[in-house]
């Protein structure tokens, strides 16, 4: 019998195409940080969890895997669920550096499991679900914001700082430019929102961002009091 090229063709391509939607590879990651001062200086307002009023100090968003283009994965696996199980023991942890401020009032698990299925199942091929929570830990105590904010003399004061200055801060005080997000408050001020530095797809090492994060920032930024 005559093999027939053109179907087997098609099958190695088919076959290709499985892999790649399967190994959902990523670029970088976003470490995300976030003011709490100003998730919850808006019209929207937010709730203190259930353990109360987090510090305050910059709490973690999330680790987004992302792609150089701009664009990201999102969703990658629906059946790998969040599982506390697996992180009893950093649940504290959790509790005080990733607390979670939307409305009713929770203990995070929500947030975190949120975080897991949309960011954390596109990282699966770098990172279980154990380490992509345990490595955005770390990350937060390697970059810790607010004292590198503060050196500068910028202040969670409800003061006004340009864009600038807080990008500048964060560089020298990281060795990286930040991206920075802002949002507004009720009064209609940009606020100083969220802080997006790069990471490597370890997880391990803060990089130069291939593409940053559209700031919505305005010339003067609020940076709120909580
Ligand atoms: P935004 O509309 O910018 O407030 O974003 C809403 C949500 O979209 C965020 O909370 C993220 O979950 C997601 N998102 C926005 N930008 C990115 C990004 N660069 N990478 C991954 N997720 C993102
Ligand atoms: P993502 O889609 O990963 O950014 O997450 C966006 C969703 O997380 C939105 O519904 C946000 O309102 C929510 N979100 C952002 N920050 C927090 C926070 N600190 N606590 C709870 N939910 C949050």
């Known amino acids: 019998m005559k093999p ?18 399967i190994s959902q590879e990523f670029d970088f990651f ?19 969890p259930k353990t109360g009023k987090p510090s305050a100090d910059f709490s973690i968003h999330g680790l987004w895997p ?3 283009d701009g664009s990201w994965p999102s969703n990658c696996d629906p059946d790998s669920v969040f599982d506390k199980s697996q992180i009893s023991d950093l649940i ?3 509790e005080k550096d990733w607390p979670s401020l939307s409305c009713p009032s929770s203990n995070g698990m929500r947030f975190w499991s949120h975080e897991w299925e949309k960011h954390g199942t596109c990282a699966e091929s ?32 409800d003061g006004f ?9 964060i560089k020298e005080g990281t060795g990286f430019t ?19 530095m ?5 997880g391990s090492n803060l990089i130069e961002c291939p593409v940053l994060p559209r700031s919505k920032c305005g010339e003067q930024i609020q940076f709120p009091k909580f």
């Open 66 to 68: 992302n792609y150089n």
């Open 161 to 169: 700082y340009t864009l600038e200055s807080i990008s500048e801060a």
């Open 4 to 21: 027939n090229f053109s179907f087997l063709f098609k099958l190695l391509i088919l076959q290709y195409l499985a892999v790649l939607s």
């Open 178 to 196: 930040p991206g920075i997000e802002c949002n507004r408050d009720s009064a209609r001020n940009s606020q100083l929102y969220q802080v997006y």
């Open 92 to 94: 504290s942890n959790m």
């Open 30 to 48: 976003y470490f995300v940080q976030q003011w709490p001062g100003a998730y919850c200086d808006t019209k929207q307002s937010c709730c203190y």
């Open 126 to 157: 770098e990172l279980d679900q154990r380490e992509y929570f345990e490595t955005t830990l770390k990350l937060k105590q390697k970059v810790n914001l607010l004292r590198i904010l503060k050196n500068a003399g910028i202040e969670p004061d």
């Open 198 to 202: 790069c990471v490597d797809t370890s």
